[in-house]
Each structure stands twice: as structure tokens, then as C-alpha cells.
T-cell receptor
């Protein structure tokens, strides 16, 4: 079946540090891939997405590249801020389905 | 802006009670979803609806039912609440053409005693 595996958290960084959150997926065909973010006390919101191999999604300084050869979609940011503290979810969507499959989430805390 | 509103942020219920969680979206989205969020387990899909009166089971439908009588409203029903249904419940909606962009409500934290 379709599944998403993301790195276990929590992740704690200092402000301006480099961030990587690993995400790999298992799916047949060519799914679309997503990163969602959940800030404290809020619902999830879309951070970025990529719909085909080698696409790069980007938003708010975050980037992720759809790597079909390694079935990965790792999230990166060059310099994190305290305001980036949140839970990050990797997700996939198979073509022809409206449903998303989410990873377990990675909690990021950025200290000043 | 799309708004997805969940009727209650916090509920406390007793074992065996019937519980209704309500969700309303204001952007005429065809799809609506109920997820459950638990620490260490992430989000798990309970039910999905792609049109009025249409529903599809997700990964963990046992103990839950849903109702979609109007396009903007999607209700999650716990017929007889149990302690293992203590959780955060998230409602979401999307357009069929949205290529996977879901809009989420703020969540309803349910505690069953």
C-alpha cells in the first residue's frame, strides 16, 4: 500500500541553523508529494508541493525536491527562525484519488 | 480565504455517550474529510465524502459514522464513545481539482472519560 515515512522527532535547533527533515515514500506510479505544517494550536496548512519527478516545491524559504530514484521528498531550510517551530507532515496523493496519506509528523523547535 | 470551522475546540464526554462533531466549510468544496491525530501515529483518515450523501471509509472507520446532508457541512458521529476515541479530530476540505491541497479546521480535542 501507499505509505510515508518521515524522520522521528523531535528536532531542536538554534535560530539560523540549517534544517533537514527526511521523508521517503512507498507508492505505485507517480504520486504527488506535499509538506504540511501545523503551528501550535492551529490546523494543518499546505507548505509546499511537487507533482512530478525532479519538481522542486518552495515556500517561505523551505524547499523540497521530488526524487523518484530515491523515493524521497526531504524538507530543507537554510536558516530557521523561532517562528518555524511547528509540526511538519509529509504526505502523498495517488493519481485518481482525492485522499492524502500522511506521515507521522516531525516536531521542530527552534530556540533563540 | 477558505474557512473550515469545527464547532467545538474542546469536548469532554462520558463512555457510552453519543457524540457529534460538526464541520462547516465556506468555499463550496466537493471533498470533505475527517482525520484523527494522535501522538506518534500522525493523521489517520476516518471517513471521506466527495459529494452530498456520498461517503467512503478511510483507514480507521470502526466506531464512527458520518453524515453529509448539505455540501458545506460534514458531521462525524461517535455512536457510543469509548476511552480509546480520546483524540484530536481534524476536519478538512478540498476542491476536486485542487491536486491535493486540503484546508483544515483548527481541530476538536475530544476527551472520553
Amino acid at each position: 500500500g501507499n505509505s510515508v515515512t518521515q524522520m522521528e522527532g523531535p528536532v531542536t535547533l538554534s535560530e539560523e541553523a540549517f534544517l533537514t527533515i527526511n521523508c521517503t515514500y512507498t507508492a505505485t506510479g507517480y504520486p504527488s508529494l506535499f509538506w504540511y505544517v501545523q503551528y501550535p494550536g492551529e490546523g494543518l496548512q499546505l507548505l509546499l508541493k511537487a507533482t512530478k519527478a525532479d519538481d522542486k516545491g518552495s515556500n517561505k524559504g523551505f524547499e523540497a525536491t521530488y526524487r523518484k530514484e530515491t523515493t524521497s521528498f526531504h524538507l530543507e531550510k537554510g536558516s530557521v527562525q523561532v517562528s518555524d517551530s511547528a509540526v511538519y507532515f509529509c504526505a502523498l496523493k495517488k493519481g485518481g484519488s482525492e485522499k492524502l496519506v500522511f506521515g507521522k509528523g516531525t516536531k521542530l523547535t527552534v530556540n533563540p | 480565504d477558505v474557512k473550515v470551522t469545527q464547532s467545538s475546540r474542546y469536548l469532554v464526554k462520558r463512555t457510552g455517550e453519543k457524540v457529534f462533531l460538526e464541520c462547516v466549510q465556506d468555499m463550496d468544496h466537493e471533498n470533505m474529510f475527517w482525520y484523527r491525530q494522535d501522538p506518534g501515529l500522525g493523521l489517520r483518515l476516518i471517513y471521506f465524502s466527495y459529494d452530498v450523501k456520498m461517503k467512503e471509509k478511510g483507514d480507521i472507520p470502526e466506531g464512527y459514522s458520518v453524515s453529509r446532508e448539505k455540501k458545506e457541512r460534514f458531521s462525524l458521529i461517535l455512536e457510543s464513545a469509548s476511552t480509546n476515541q480520546t483524540s484530536m479530530y481534524l476536519c478538512a476540505s478540498s476542491l476536486i481539482s485542487s491536486a491535493g491541497e486540503l484546508f483544515f479546521g483548527e481541530g476538536s480535542r475530544l476527551t472520553v472519560l
